[in-house]
Structures are given as structure tokens and as C-alpha cells.
């Protein structure tokens, strides 16, 4: 039941936050998560547990991407998920979505926060699981969320961009300041080199227009224009698959976690014209930020062109691009925060 000690850890994280900020380190802050989680005890007087903290912009319900990766971040202490907002397309159903996850997670604490709608051709594949949400009430407005929180936090919140980037570009136009504030933005996005794999398996070695930026190219051309630090994975780095033989052993664990993604899962199976394996894009950056050497970053300087193409060009740096992936550690990553433990025949 290692997913209740990681749960624990991560709200007595959520606690000790609020008392003021502190640097983590990846190594410590497990370390100390671990122990008071292990121990139930509270962390010694001056060894506080902290997470990086975080915001997680996203459009999840069409791929299955982003279950995961929220998933992921809720559940490892060293991500301290201040609030997530929702974009692109039906950001209402989305907001309902992460609500009935936060509630399956125990983490109500956590602030949804509607981004705005928009057009979206693409399926709304898990609206069925959001549609059994509790709670339904009005959500705050995702905008001013960011804006707020930065305003608290100077310097302070990473931004982990999941969706097409349509809330940065609303928040660029509500208050331009704001953009200033955020310490970081962290997204899955662009293509440098490969592009889409070929039926999900091939890999292919001309750059694609990536999904994100191409529905919303003025939001990373904000980031970029505006200086923001950016770390990007592109398509290069975040093609990773998640086999039949990984989805038997997170199917069959047995936490509320584990639940949830098999039934988003099987919706999406069933209504995506895609694949049946899930390729886990929004994951990498989640992952990333969990332990950099799964997916080191490269400076370089691109450009967003007419096309929604991210191209690389000479000149100063102006993101720090992940080209390749260390899958090995990305997936063990993902299997020890979902399904952490071999559980073995039931008895
Ligand atoms: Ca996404």
C-alpha cells in the first residue's frame, strides 16, 4: 500500500510548504518524504519536506497523455501542485475531469482553475469519467489564477505546459507582467528534428508541425520573445510508449491511482482512432523535472515559424531543448510512482 505512504508524504509536503520556501533537492526531498512517510512522524525541527512548486496547464480527456502525467506529479512529494488549470477546447469538462481525479487522489486541496474555451477538432475522448465529477460548482478562472499566484510568488512557480499554449497567450494580453513572474515554463511541445513516429512506431526523421504549438504558436513565441526560461520537449524526446506488459501490471495494482488511469484508459481506447498504446508525451516533462538525467537539455535558439514549425537557428540561446530521451529511467520512473511494487499473486 505504498501508494497511501507516498499520498501521506505528499500532503505533509503540501503542509510544511506553507510554512515557507525552501530549495529542495530531488535526493533529499525523497529521502525525507520516505522517511516521514514511512515513519508517519513529522519531519525533524529544521529538515523541512518541500516540493518544487508547480502549476500544470493542461488539456486533458483527449489524449490519454496527461492522466498520467498529472497522476504522476500528484503523487511524488517533490512536486508540490499548487493548482492546475485547464486549456484548450471544452476547458469546462476538463475542469471536471481533474476534479473527480484530485477527489479519487484525495487531494480536493488542490485548485482547478478553468482556462478558456476554444475551438477543438480533436475527440473529447474521457468526457463520460469527467461527466461523474461531485462537484460541479463554478470554477475559479484559470487567467487570473496564474496571474495571482505569481503576484504571491515572484520567481518562484514553475509553469509545467501540457496543452496548447492559449492560457499563456490570455495571460499575456490580461497582464503582461505576469508572463515575467514565473520562474520557468516547463512543456511538452515542438519538433526539432523528428517528427511524429509512423503509426506510432516508426520513427521519422523530418520535423512534424507538433500538435501544441501548432493549435496555439503565438503562446511560445510569447515565451520565447519575452525571455522566459523555457525547457522544451519536443517530439524528439517524448515518443515513449506505454506496452501491453506495463499496462497489466498498473491495471492490476489496485490503487485508487491505478484505477482511475485503467478507466481513462479504456475510454480513450475505445474512442481514440489512434492507437491502443498510449504514447505518453505529457509525461516526459513530469518526469524530467522528477530527475533531470532522464531527459538532459540543450541550448539552443528556434524560432516558431508560419507553419507552427519549431525551427533551430543560429544566435544566442533561447530554450533548453531535450533531443533524446534515457526511456530506461523515464520508464522506471513512471512504474515506481504508479505502480510501485511488485504486489505478486493475491493470497
Ligand atoms: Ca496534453
Not at 25 to 48: D, E
Request: charged residues 20%.
Amino acid at each position: 500500500m505504498r501508494w497511501v505512504s507516498v499520498k501521506a508524504a505528499s500532503l505533509l509536503c503540501a503542509a510544511v510548504v506553507a510554512l515557507g520556501r525552501f530549495e529542495p533537492t530531488a535526493g533529499t526531498t525523497a529521502a525525507v518524504a520516505t522517511a516521514a512517510a514511512a515513519s508517519g512522524a513529522q519531519p525533524p525541527m529544521g529538515q523541512p519536506v518541500v516540493g518544487l512548486p508547480v502549476i500544470i496547464d493542461t488539456d486533458i480527456g483527449d489524449d490519454i497523455d496527461d492522466a498520467f502525467a498529472l497522476t504522476i506529479a500528484l503523487l511524488d512529494p517533490r512536486l508540490d501542485v499548487i493548482g492546475i488549470t485547464t486549456a484548450w477546447g471544452d476547458t469546462r469538462t476538463r475542469t471536471l475531469l481533474v476534479r473527480r481525479l484530485l477527489a479519487t487522489l484525495g487531494r480536493q486541496n488542490v485548485v482547478v482553475a478553468q482556462g478558456p474555451a476554444t475551438p477543438n477538432k480533436t475527440l473529447f475522448t474521457q468526457k463520460k469519467w469527467a461527466m461523474g465529477a461531485a462537484n460541479t460548482a463554478p470554477a475559479p478562472d484559470a487567467i487570473d489564477f496564474i496571474r495571482d499566484q505569481t503576484r504571491k510568488r515572484p520567481g518562484e512557480i514553475t509553469l509545467i505546459a501540457l496543452a496548447p499554449l492559449t492560457n499563456i497567450e490570455a495571460l499575456q494580453r490580461r497582464d503582461p507582467d505576469a508572463v515575467h513572474k514565473l520562474k520557468q515554463v516547463v512543456l511538452m511541445g515542438g519538433s526539432i528534428y523528428a517528427g511524429y513516429n509512423l503509426g506510432g512506431a516508426i520513427p521519422v526523421a523530418q520535423p512534424s508541425a507538433e500538435y501544441n504549438v501548432v493549435s496555439a504558436p503565438q503562446g511560445l513565441r510569447i515565451l520565447l520573445e519575452f525571455r522566459i526560461p523555457v525547457k522544451m520537449f519536443p517530439l524528439d524526446s517524448t515518443q515513449i510508449k506505454f506496452d501491453e506488459v506495463r499496462r497489466d501490471r498498473l491495471f492490476a495494482y489496485g490503487s485508487p491511482a491505478s484505477d482511475a488511469l485503467t478507466l481513462l484508459y479504456h475510454q480513450w481506447r475505445l474512442y481514440n482512432g489512434w492507437s491502443i498504446t498510449p504514447t505518453l508525451f505529457d509525461a516526459v516533462p513530469v518526469i524530467s523535472l522528477l530527475q533531470p538525467s532522464s531527459c538532459p537539455v540543450t541550448p539552443m535558439r528556434i524560432t516558431v515559424d508560419e507553419h507552427g514549425y519549431t525551427r533551430p537557428v543560429t544566435g544566442e540561446p533561447n530554450v533548453a531543448v531535450c533531443l533524446a530521451n534515457d526511456e530506461n529511467v523515464t520508464q522506471h520512473l513512471i512504474m515506481d510512482t504508479l505502480a510501485p511494487e511488485p504486489r505478486g499473486f493475491p493470497q
